[in-house]
């Protein structure tokens, strides 16, 4: 695991496929995973190298191996998409694919916003029609983070996020924080 440092934070990553690659795709995971849960164990390291591309994977800041701030000023999604470029920076990398699932497809579609000539091709997955729809009651996912036991939390896809960030060993106040 290699680590690059972006707005003051160490953010881990996976850097795979051809170090002389054609081109390079950036991988952005969604909310309560991470980059082995989303993208390494789902086969996507290997499909993207057999096809010679360079390939990154960031673990998002809050989220798997990066640094896990609690206070949710740092998480504005601007912030976060300006991770994405610093890895690039990092990895000496001057425009790339972005690939982005569920909130890394938020984060993605972000850093499309604030640098797009750094991006060649922008691919949003796992953002279903609420996407467009309005933000859930403001602070139910972070209360849903922060609840003593997952029973506690009566809407079903809020239950199953506590559950799958339980699995994953995530830090559920940076995730709240998220």
Partial sequence: MAHFTSDGLDLAYDEFGPAD???AIVLVHGFSANRMENW???GWYDAIAA???RGFALD???HGESAKPHDPARYDREAMARDVFALLDHAGVERAHVLGFSMGAHIALTAALVDPGRIDHLVVAGVGARMFDPPRAEGA???AMEAA???EIADPMLKSFRHFADEQKEDRLALAAC
């Fill in 21 to 23: 690659g054609r081109k």
């Fill in 40 to 42: 390494k164990r789902m």
């Fill in 51 to 53: 096809k010679g591309l």
């Fill in 60 to 62: 998002n800041r809050g």
């Fill in 141 to 143: 996912m972070a209360e």
């Fill in 149 to 151: 036991s997952p029973d």
